[in-house]
Structures are given as structure tokens and as C-alpha cells.
């Protein structure tokens, strides 16, 4: 709730294949480049895709509204370094922060623990969770700026200064998806992507016609974690 995900978190959406992949292999973002244009659409930017040779476009505004997110107009995340460092050190330690040893376990909290499975699964959205990578770690300090207000070491919490809108932060790990994607293919090794129930809302949001769902949705534990 204090991060603004908790509608993003409700959704439970059966995810279909073709057009999940078809989307994320077109998917660009788009920013408006005058504070004119941003003013007039009342939002950053918006994002085009291509769905069964269909071209769509849907403004950033409209994402916000489906996932509930606030409206903001930062388009790239500004986080005090020292203050992520220390936030690791403040809810999780004894080391200091390094994405290829921050394990989850690490984290003294149960209730922190469960918030990263949901950040890590949901947002991002990551089949295996058993790492907090730095993604994971700025939404962790967005949500917990408010409740802490300054790290172990006494440094207060600003959360993200550039104030960037919580769509183009899942628009912009999206899209990473297909350099994951292109090397998984390229190592010749096997892979798998678990965005499809993210992804469905936008599709429906967006009007694209809807085959036969490949995948159920799977559900938080909501009940456990209270």
C-alpha cells in the first residue's frame, strides 16, 4: 500500500503466450520530449506494441490507471546509493549490499521477506526469488521511506527524488525482456518467462482480442502473510 502496488498485487490474470510474446517483441517505449506535450496528455509518454499485425498504442496515463499507480513525470529513477546501501545493512546484513549475494533469506523480517517475494514475482516479474537485485531494493526503499524514515546509520530516506512513474519503471523492465530472451536463445540453454499475468491486463486494457489462455494464475498467499 505505502508503495502504490497494492491493486498492481490484486490482479489475477491467466496469461496467454502468442500475444504475451508478440507484445513483448514489439513493445517500445515513448517520452514526450516538451513539457508542452506532457501538460496536453497529462502523462510522460506512451507505449507502442504489436499484437496479431495489429498496431497499438497506449498512453502512460491509462497504465496508471489500470494498476492504480499514482501519476508522476520522472522518467528514470534517481536513488541515493548510500541510502540503498545502507537500507540492506538496516533490514538484511551482515555484508554490504552486492546483487550475486543478497539473498532473500538475508532478511531478518518475515513480513519484509514476503513483500520482496511479492515485489520480485509480481513487478519484475521473476520465477526464482531467491536474490533481491537492485530493482527489488529501490521499490523495498520506496516502501519503506515511509515507514522508517532513516537507515540504521542515520540516513534519511528520500525514496526516489527523480519521482518516476511506477509504469515506466515495469514498461522499462519489460522491454529488458527480450535481451534476456535473445542470449537465452543464443547460449543455446533453455529459459522460461513467467509475464504473462502481467502483461494480460495491459492487453485487455488496450482492446487486443484474446485467444484461449495457456497459463492459469497463480495467487499470493494473501492469508499467510497476515
Not at 497494492?6 to 502468442?18: I, L, M, P, V, W
Not at 508522476?72 to 529513477?77: D, E, F, L
Request: net charge neutral; with cysteine.
Amino acid at each position: 500500500e505505502m508503495a502504490k502496488l497494492e491493486t498492481f498485487f490484486s490482479y489475477k490474470c491467466e496469461g496467454y503466450k502468442t500475444e504475451s510474446c508478440q507484445f513483448l517483441a514489439t513493445l517500445k517505449l515513448h517520452f514526450y520530449a516538451e513539457e508542452r506535450e506532457r501538460e496536453l496528455h497529462k502523462g510522460v509518454g506512451y507505449i507502442t506494441f504489436m499484437v496479431f499485425g495489429i498496431q497499438y498504442s497506449v498512453p502512460i496515463r491509462q497504465l496508471d490507471v489500470v494498476f492504480k499507480f499514482p501519476t508522476k513525470y520522472g522518467i528514470r529513477q534517481n536513488f541515493s546509493k548510500d541510502e540503498l546501501l545502507d537500507l540492506w545493512l538496516t533490514i538484511a546484513g551482515p555484508l554490504p549490499y552486492k546483487s550475486s549475494r543478497a539473498k532473500s533469506s538475508l532478511i531478518r523480517s518475515p513480513v519484509l521477506r514476503y513483500l520482496h517475494l511479492c515485489i520480485a514475482s509480481a513487478f519484475f516479474p521473476k520465477k526464482t526469488t531467491g536474490h533481491v537485485n537492485e530493482g527489488e531494493l529501490k521499490l523495498l526503499d520506496l516502501t519503506l521511506c515511509f515507514i522508517l524514515g532513516h537507515t540504521r546509520n542515520g540516513i534519511e530516506m528520500e525514496g526516489d527524488r527523480a519521482d518516476t512513474s511506477l509504469s515506466v519503471v515495469l514498461i522499462d523492465h519489460l522491454i529488458g525482456f527480450r535481451e534476456y530472451a535473445a542470449g537465452i536463445h543464443q547460449s543455446g540453454y533453455g529459459g522460461s518467462l513467467c509475464a504473462g499475468g502481467v502483461i494480460t491486463s495491459i492487453l485487455i486494457a488496450s482492446g487486443v482480442p484474446l485467444h484461449t489462455p495457456t497459463h492459469t494464475a497463480t495467487y499470493i498467499d494473501m492469508e499467510y502473510l497476515k
